[in-house]
């Protein structure tokens, strides 16, 4: 069975994927920081198939956790995706960048960038050893777009972009992309509008199934939105 590593997917679109995954039979190996809501989420996918969820909670930025992501990784023989999910917002409400506060800029990059190029670092020979791998960094429209308020995380999600791009352009036997999922209705993007009404936002749930037609089909390595996976709606 293929493996896939998700990190933050206690919650959100990182656990949303895994669902979609688990009933295809992948073998999961997932993170989070909270290990109640982890562990929840673990018994939840365990009951919708034989999907075999590993999961261990844990930060990303703690590099003893990604080395333990890494050793689990080794003793399940193989990788065929990771999926760098896990992200900070920074500050709520959202400052202004000039006002962004130092240490929580920090980090922000050191969830949003440092932390997944060292995870993918980890993870680089096995998604290289065998059939063709995949990672696939969550980015935002922030990335490519200024709002104001959001010079912290929209920074550092380009950043990642650009990560992946290089890494692609040194990596040609491995698909690498930035998918930008749009808005959801998620805690992330509750926090940088609290106390609004998010309902009109899609649920993860319904982002998840372009995801998993950008990893069925697998174009170039690049940029690319949930609206160009969304399956088509019949008229």
């Known amino acids: 069975m293929p493996v896939a590593l998700v990190t933050g997917a206690s919650r959100g679109l ?19 920081r909270g290990p109640a ?17 590993i999961a261990v909670a844990g930060d990303v930025t703690d590099p003893a956790h990604r080395r333990e992501l890494r050793d689990l990784v080794r003793e399940s023989g193989r990788l065929d995706l990771l999926v760098n999910n896990a992200s ?29 190029l060292a995870l993918t670092r980890l993870a680089l020979p096995f998604l290289l050893d065998g059939d063709r791998g ?3 960094n969550i980015s935002s429209d922030a990335a490519v777009n200024a709002y104001p308020g959001w010079g912290g995380y929209g ?16 990596n040609p036997d491995l698909d690498v992309y930035a998918f930008d999922p749009g808005d959801m209705n998620t805690d992330l993007h509750q926090q940088a509008f609290p106390g609004e009404d998010l309902s009109d936002r899609p649920n993860p749930e319904t982002v998840a199934p372009a995801l998993l037609r950008l990893l069925d089909e697998r174009p ?16």
């Open 134 to 136: 995949a990672v696939v």
């Open 155 to 170: 920074s550092a999600k380009a950043a990642l972009d650009h990560v992946g791009a290089t890494l692609a352009a040194e």
């Open 88 to 116: 900070a917002l920074g500050p709520s409400p959202l400052p202004p960048l000039a006002a962004h506060p130092p240490a929580d800029l920090v980090r922000v990059y050191e969830v949003n960038v440092f932390a997944p």
């Open 14 to 32: 990182g656990l949303a994927l895994a669902r979609a995954l688990a009933i295809r039979s992948w073998t999961l190996v997932l993170d989070a």
């Open 37 to 53: 809501d982890l562990d929840r989420a673990a018994r939840e996918l365990r009951a919708l198939g034989d999907a075999d969820v």
């Open 220 to 235: 170039a390595s690049g940029r690319y939105t949930v609206a160009e996976f969304a399956p088509a709606v019949a008229s």
